[in-house]
């Protein structure tokens, strides 16, 4: 279907890579390629900033002057805004669900070198309270002249699923342009649904494929992360007044994965983290692309067909999460 997407900035480096895991395909029997959006700039790499492009643009549209969003104090999302705020010359306040760590690594030591403003708050604060912040912030950016532009967690949302339309119709091109079988599956990890809402969406508009789209759901319950999808899918579909139907089959979860929860890591899911650095050359993050990839592995050995011949992996980043643990990692590289 034609359609005119919403204004988006041009601060990822697009198109990112596609390219042939040689020896997990040869493992797994089946052509298994990559997307390499960990590639899309290194300092918001991952998915994120495919959603911001169309989040951000829209707040400098709108005269903001601050970005405001949350998540989890390790927060890749959290990271990529602040990352993006500081290109743009805009201000960034983060609310953190948790408290401030004793240790500054990782993805929260980046949210400072950016110049974020942080807000810690507790679970209940945060998932009862955030309209309360929201405005208290935001009364406190409009008394010192500025306005603030509020991101949902994840960037997901009716806006924020373009990020992924409009992967979905960039991998579709460089597939026929490097002459590449229409790919069976795509697989991706699940956390807020607006990447795997966003795919759904670009499939839906593109009409001529039958790729199935599956998430694995590594943050949230099996029936939680469908519902994210279904909201985040039906809201884009709603605001932008779009002819498309879709159904319960396509918004496809592959449970089983999320091991002892989200961002917390086991010795099988790290040791399958050092086979994909050995054997391919490949950093997964541990809270989402190990998990997602471990779910694809496991479940295309156990059921060889589940996927079909020709898959595609999408790597949405987090790299800097490998930094976020310590002793987990003793028993695993020694
Ligand atoms: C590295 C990484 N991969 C995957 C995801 C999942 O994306 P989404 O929140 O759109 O489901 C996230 C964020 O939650 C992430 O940070």
């Known amino acids: ?7 988006r900035g041009e601060w990822a480096r697009l198109p990112t890579p596609i390219e042939k895991l040689e020896r997990l395909s040869t493992d797994l029997g089946l052509n298994l390629w990559i997307k ?6 290194f300092e918001w790499n991952g998915n994120k900033i495919r959603k911001l492009e169309f989040l951000a643009k829209d707040a400098l549209l709108k005269g903001a002057t601050c970005l405001v969003t949350c998540g989890g104090v390790q927060s890749n999302h959290c990271r990529a805004t602040a990352a993006l705020a500081a290109k ?45 912040f929201r405005l208290l912030i935001d009364g406190q950016i409009r008394a010192q002249g500025g306005k603030t532009y509020f991101i949902p967690e994840g960037g997901t949302g009716a806006l924020g699923c373009f990020g992924y339309a409009q992967a979905f119709r960039e991998l579709e091109e460089q597939r026929k342009e490097k002459g590449l079988p229409a790919f069976d599956s795509i697989v991706v990890a699940h956390g807020s649904g607006g990447t795997q809402a966003g795919l759904v969406l670009g499939q839906l508009l593109d009409e001529e494929t039958e790729t199935k789209i599956v998430g694995v759901n590594v943050c949230y319950e099996e029936k939680e992360s469908f519902r994210l999808v279904k909201e985040a899918l039906w809201s884009a579909i709603q605001q932008h007044h779009l002819p498309l139907a879709f159904m319960a089959q396509d918004i496809r979860i592959l449970p089983g ?11 099988e899911e790290l040791s399958f983290l050092r086979k994909v650095a050995r054997e391919e050359g490949l ?49 695993v590289v020694s």
């Open 36 to 41: 390499r959006d960990d590639q899309t700039g």
């Open 1 to 7: 279907m034609k359609f005119e997407f919403p204004a």
């Open 88 to 132: 743009l010359g805009l201000r960034c306040v983060l609310i953190l669900r948790g408290q401030a760590p004793e240790k500054i690594r990782s993805n929260h030591l980046l949210d400072q070198l950016f110049g974020a403003e942080i807000f810690y708050v507790t679970p209940e604060q945060y998932y009862e309270g955030m309209e309360d």
């Open 283 to 331: 950093l997964l993050d541990p809270v989402y692309t190990g998990k997602a990839l471990r779910g694809l592995y496991e479940t295309a050995k156990q059921r060889p067909d589940f996927f079909g011949k020709n898959v595609l992996f999408i790597h949405t980043g987090g790299g800097f999460g490998l930094f976020q643990l310590e002793d987990e990692w003793k028993e």
């Open 257 to 267: 994965f999320r091991g002892r929860g989200y961002a917390l890591s086991a010795p």
